[in-house]
Nanobody, 115 residues
Framework: QVQLVESGGGLVQPGGSLKLSCVAS????????MGWYRQAPGKERELVAR???????NYADSVRSRFSISRNSAKNAVELQMNSLRPEDTADYYC?????????WGPGTQVTVSS
């Protein structure tokens, strides 16, 4: 069973930045796809960013050019750099990893963008 530990969420003012991290209990290279999703109150969970083993990146239109997903092999982590944050980015953020057997979800980390 894979354990995922997320960190980096918090309260930030509009225009600010946060970096989320999701550390896996085994090599990050063992996963074929890594991603971040978010769920705002009263809304469905949505894809924010995704990174495949081939290096292909996908972003939601609402975050493209502001967010960046990357893999940190030294920490066995997938990270999400979030810049120019907006109030509408407020949500619980979840990391998601996929290997050939299963899909794994982190417990979530809360991001609040407010002045």
């Amino acid at each position: 069973q894979v354990q995922l530990v997320e960190s980096g969420g918090g309260l930030v003012q509009p225009g600010g930045s946060l970096k989320l991290s999701c550390v896996a209990s085994r090599s990050i290279f063992s996963f074929s796809r890594m991603g971040w999703y978010r769920q705002a109150p009263g809304k469905e969970r949505e894809l924010v960013a995704r990174l495949s083993n081939t290096g292909a990146e996908n972003y939601a239109d609402s975050v493209r050019s502001r967010f960046s997903i990357s893999r940190n092999s030294a920490k066995n982590a997938v990270e999400l750099q979030m810049n120019s944050l907006r109030p509408e980015d407020t949500a619980d953020y979840y990391c998601n990893l996929l290997d050939q057997w299963n899909e794994y979800w982190g417990p979530g980390t809360q991001v609040t963008v407010s002045s």
